[in-house]
């Protein structure tokens, strides 16, 4: 199939990202220099060894013949149209990805303005203790490019091999070719994929790397081929390198390739080295800097109160009726705010009590329609799957799945058992995790979880019908609404639009919460600029006081040419003078959370105040005031 060799290319510009950025760091030359000799160095070794590990494109690759037969064709036509949109937001839009802009670019900028990896002296700690994937997939091009325009492609070129990894799992486990056929195309247009694949949000792009590593174990064991292990291997490896709560997912990868142990002794050499090159991928490195710096592996030491779960019996009900939730919500859902508001007190103490003693504050949030930092696959994929295997209940035909060609080279019990463990997997993430919005935390397992319940010949009748076809196209629907009215990349003039309405029907609440909505997203990838414009010019160094959840990704703009470090509140003024920092940009909220005011941290530092002024950082806090303040020499 001609996704292969893409799959292949991205599984290696992945493993070569994050080799180099660890590497690199390791010798002090994360820069231009460093990074040149790396990449010239590991295409000459990739194009000698391009037989061995199956580089080889296949003459069918760039056949446009097959490619216009094949989107000719609605379903695929539709999901082609969807990625145009998705694409041209992230090309229109800079990334507002809240995660993204609060510790996962900032934490390379800092890492590229040292030469290497280095623990942050800063309070947010999540710029530390989380694993590095998409860090160091991004750190080439905010090296190369001098921008963050260009890192929303590290999420959109994996959602554009989701379909046929997606085709090629399913039916490799039993699911029927006609019913795999309708889902490869439906599953990207989740809410979770769709808009994540316009941004910066870490979620959903390891879903890649979840299929790969099952596919390449599926296909290992049909060629027994040691390349498609080491695919395996490498995928599986950089899955946890992504993010740690993918961690379960490895049991499916790992029941899969038990018995194709006996292929590491063909090329036991290369097998060693492949060996090496997903340990340095994996979630390893994190944890061994981990341990050094906090003494606990996972960094959940640092992480606040919930993150953590105490009960795991609640951890399974209570994850399961989040994932519900978040999942179920309507697409347009007006009442959020009330609902947030009001459901910990109308839902009954039975269920809410323990779940607060055990998840973070905020899990029972629910948005007013999807964004990128909560939703899952969303109101329209939920309902279709639900009513399908609602209608599987009632029609008549055998559950096997006998007789599906891709399946016939792996035995019975075990293609069960692969088909079983994401389940189980899940189970051990809701055991374990008490984190808010687990809709869009568990989307690489969303698709291993599917195929269990889409085998059989029921599923094959259901896809026939007029009326799941009707609901598939309000399934497409819903999610070009998603596409083209979502707040960081809206594809119509929404402030203008709003404006207008809401000076034509003056005092309206919903019209002003959504013009306010836009405005903020509109200022969010840059929250700080009128903060910035109170630096001198040509200042190369200035200190940041604010909270976890401020963003001082304004500082560092134009990239490349200011150093932004953190300055913590119970810092020494000796220390912050040592640090070479004479404008220091602090934040209101950060002072009031820690009972304190401006003039008490001045007098302790002798900092003096040069200007004042007010940001929005988020719509739920609303303008708070900023302040430059100077060092005296």
Known sequence: ????????????????????????????????????????????????????????????????????????????????????????????????????????????????????????????????????????????LLLFTGSDRGLFLINFVPFLLMPGLTFSVFTRLGVRARVAWYWMWLLPTGYNFLLQAGSLGNDTFPTVYALAAVDFGL????????????????????????????????????????????????????????????????????AALNVRYCGDWSGLVLEHAGMNMKNPVVGIWGNALLLLSNNFVPTFFPVAGWWNRSALSILPHALTAPMVANFEQGFIFLGEMPTEDWVGLGFGLSVLLAVALGASCFRAGSGSSQGCAGSRFVPDWLRWCVLGAPWLSLLAYCIKSGMVTPARLISPYYPLLLPALLVGARQADIVRRRWWRMMVGGVLLLALLVLVLTPGRPLWPAQTVLSKVLAWKPGQRSIARALAVYSVYDMRSDPLANVRALL??????????????????????????????????????????QRRLRYVVVGGLNLSENNTTLAAWQGRTGAELVATTTATILVSQGPQPWYVVRFPE
């Open 536 to 577: 001198p010019e040509g200042l190369s160094r200035v200190g940041f006081m604010g909270t976890a959840d401020d963003i001082d990704m304004s500082l560092w703009r134009p990239f490349g040419q200011r150093r932004v470090e953190h300055v913590l509140l119970s810092d020494a003024p000796e220390q912050i003078r």
């Open 219 to 286: 296909r290992a064991w049909a060629s027994r081929r040691p390349a498609d292990l080491w695919y395996s291997l490498l995928a599986a490896a950089l899955l946890t390198g992504a993010k740690a709560s993918n961690l379960p997912l490895l049991l499916p990868w790992a029941i899969l390739v038990l018995g194709l142990w006996q292929l590491t002794t063909r090329r036991p050499v290369v097998t060693f080295m492949a060996m090496l090159l997903a340990a340095a991928v994996s979630v390893l490195p994190t």
């Open 1 to 140: 199939m001609s996704f292969l060799p893409l799959v292949r290319i991205w599984i290696w510009a992945s493993v070569l990202a994050s080799v180099a950025g660890w590497l690199l760091s390791a010798l002090g030359q994360l820069n231009r220099v460093g990074y040149g000799i790396f990449i010239t160095a590991a295409v000459i070794g990739l194009w000698l060894g391009r037989y061995t590990l199956n580089l080889m494109p296949p003459s069918s690759l760039l056949n446009w013949g097959k490619v216009q037969a094949r989107f000719r064709r609605w379903l695929p036509a539709c999901f082609v149209g969807l990625a145009f949109l998705v694409f041209l937001g992230g090309a229109l839009y800079p990334a507002t990805t809240h995660t993204a802009m609060t510790y996962r670019t900032p934490r390379v900028l800092h890492w590229l303005a040292e030469g290497h990896w280095h623990w942050i002296h800063t309070s947010n700690y999540r710029m530390n203790n989380r694993c590095c994937g998409l860090e160091w997939l991004s750190a080439p």
